[in-house]
């Protein structure tokens, strides 16, 4: 959902005299306060998408992080502790395949992420 309110915040409405927010009418695109907004969305967007990689990577468990010091300047090490979390449970037949785990965990995090961003962006009101 913050993705989604960060995208509507960057959508424009080009129909009209001038472009203009999506959400607040009177609001020209990327013109004083809205160029402001959009700058600090980005900054803050992509300083929350970091902090989602490094967690997708442990499940969420904070308690990970602080059992291993550096991990969030190591981003090759992201992987590693993926796997060793998927292979924690075993679930006889159904286990998953710990090094896939990764990369599914992070293609269905983009693809939370990218969805309903690329709706919100290719759609007009």
């Known amino acids: 959902p913050l993705f989604n ?7 424009c409405d080009h129909s009209g005299a001038y472009p ?6 009177g609001m020209k695109c990327f013109e004083g306060a ?5 700058v600090v969305t980005w900054i803050l967007g992509l300083s929350y998408l970091y902090v989602l990689l490094v ?17 969030w300047c190591a981003p090759r090490r992201w992987f590693t502790m993926r796997q060793r979390r998927a292979a924690l449970l075993n679930l006889g ?9 990764t990369y599914t965990a992070y293609v269905e995090l983009f693809a939370k992420i990218l969805i309903p961003t690329v709706a919100i962006e290719t759609t007009s009101r």
Do not use: F, K
Not at 34 to 38: D, E, F, R, T, V
């Open 5 to 11: 309110q960060l995208a509507n915040i960057l959508d």
């Open 20 to 25: 203009h927010v999506t959400l607040a009418p």
């Open 55 to 71: 967690l997708a990577a442990v499940e969420g468990n904070i308690r990970d992080l602080d059992d291993d010091d550096g991990i």
């Open 93 to 101: 037949p159904l286990q998953p395949v710990p090094e896939n785990q």
């Open 34 to 38: 809205h160029l402001l907004m959009s």
